[in-house]
């Protein structure tokens, strides 16, 4: 298992007046925020829990990383615009603290839990420098870690799954897939809020 002292985690969340746009059939701008800020907090919540170093949240909105701070995250405020460049920034912070490793967790992950965590960080388990998660279409990517945490580029996008195991093919680094139930459910839309709420559990 990647040793938990040098993990950094990196969870990037957009401005909340743009979040969650696939909702908006079943949700207004004010209930999209706070499920944004649920979610967000329960994966810093229990990133905490299952013991890394320390968690980065990144974004533009002061609201997000007023909350990110309150939940014990470290509250980066976004230069960039852009996933992937957000990504980046959050890796500079990584690095930039003595991280051996980063992983990457969105913030839209309503099932998960520290064990699920702790799952994606035992796959590194033998030195594989990259440990994936898909979602549950394996089309998106749903955890990332890296060790060191510039092993891959951050090539979060349509098919990225396929897109970071290509990159680390390229690059000969071993890597591991981890499917997980709880990290392959995002929530986007509609459809994907209804199964949550018949079949999630609650708790933040």
């Known amino acids: 298992m990647t040793e938990a002292g040098g993990v950094y985690t990196v969870v990037p969340v957009k401005d909340l007046r743009g979040t969650k746009s696939r909702l908006a059939p079943v949700l207004d701008p004010a209930a ?10 329960r994966v ?7 013991g ?3 968690v980065g949240v990144v974004s533009p909105d002061p609201i997000v990383l007023d909350e990110a701070l309150r939940r014990g995250a470290t509250p980066l405020v976004q230069e960039s615009r ?13 690095t930039k603290n003595g991280a051996s490793a980063l992983l990457v967790l969105p913030a839209d992950l309503p099932l998960i839990e520290a064990e699920d965590v702790r799952a994606v960080l035992a796959g590194a388990s033998g030195g594989a420098p990259v440990v994936i ?3 549950g ?4 990517t749903n955890a990332l870690l890296l060790t060191p945490p510039d092993a891959l580029p951050f090539l979060f996008g349509p098919d990225s799954f396929e897109a970071h195991l290509r990159a680390a093919r390229d690059r000969d680094a071993d890597a591991r897939v981890c499917e997980n139930g709880h990290l392959s459910f ?11 709420r018949d079949e999630g559990t609650g708790g933040a």
């Open 32 to 41: 999209r925020a706070g499920l944004t800020l649920y979610m967000m907090g």
């Open 44 to 50: 810093v919540s229990r990133v905490l829990e299952a």
């Open 52 to 54: 890394v170093d320390a």
């Open 82 to 94: 852009g996933l992937n460049p957000a990504l980046e920034e959050g890796r500079t912070w990584a």
């Open 133 to 135: 998660s898909p979602d």
């Open 137 to 140: 279409a394996r089309s998106g």
């Open 186 to 196: 995002d929530l986007d839309t509609a459809g994907d809020l209804t199964k949550y």
